[in-house]
């Protein structure tokens, strides 16, 4: 199996381990929290305010995921699972049509804003058909070093749906940073949430 990685560091053996976290429990992890968002997004009794809230920070959370999956986990999947280039494709198409249908949304009571949870739901459901096969053919470094490189990439990652952007390399690695750092200036000037924890914050008042 060939994982699409640079080189590793010298090694004085055969079991360096990497430090960072796993591709496999970052992936999961925010799979959860794409889960709760769209949970709470599409809760009827929440306020049209605080829905805005959430819809914002769910837009951001699923642009930076995606954008890190299509550089590093479904390139990875191509390369090392048997029959992953279907799957993988399958996916890419998916993921623009999620980022186009947020981009369209009219604001926190879009009637559309059920079918966009739903394909949020969709996506986890079909990500997992690639995690799993990866996860029994790569190693615990290998996903590692994929794991880090997921977490720079969500760093510099767009904050908003750009469903025409590049979707694979070496396209994809050039033009989501430039994009990310535009949507960050958008959102300091604006003063959006963009992260789990900004919901922690006060709203306006």
Do not use: C, F
Request: charged share 30%.
């Amino acid at each position: 199996m060939t994982v699409p990685l640079p080189p590793l560091p010298p090694a004085a053996d055969d079991v360096y381990r990497p430090g960072g976290r796993s591709l496999i429990d970052l992936v999961a992890r925010e799979h959860a929290a794409l889960l709760g968002l769209a949970g709470q997004v599409t809760d009827p009794d929440l306020p049209a305010e605080r829905r805005r809230e959430v819809l914002d920070v769910l837009t951001a959370v699923v642009s930076r995921h995606l954008s890190a999956e299509e550089q590093y986990l479904l390139p990875a999947a191509r390369a090392a699972v048997p029959a992953g280039a279907e799957l993988v494709d399958r996916e890419i198409e998916a993921d623009a049509g999620l980022l186009t249908a947020l981009r369209e949304l009219s604001g926190p009571d879009d009637p559309a804003l059920a079918e966009v949870a739903d394909r949020v739901r969709r996506h986890v459901d079909r990500v997992a058909e690639l995690v799993a096969p990866l996860r029994e053919v790569a190693t615990d470094a290998e996903l590692i070093r994929l794991g880090n490189r997921w977490e720079i990439a969500e760093e510099a990652a767009p904050t908003r749906p750009h469903p025409g952007t590049p979707a694979t390399p070496p396209w994809n690695k050039l033009v989501e940073p430039a994009v990310g750092v535009l949507d960050k200036v958008r959102d300091a000037v604006t003063g959006r949430r963009t992260q789990l924890s900004d919901l922690e914050r006060p709203g306006k008042h």
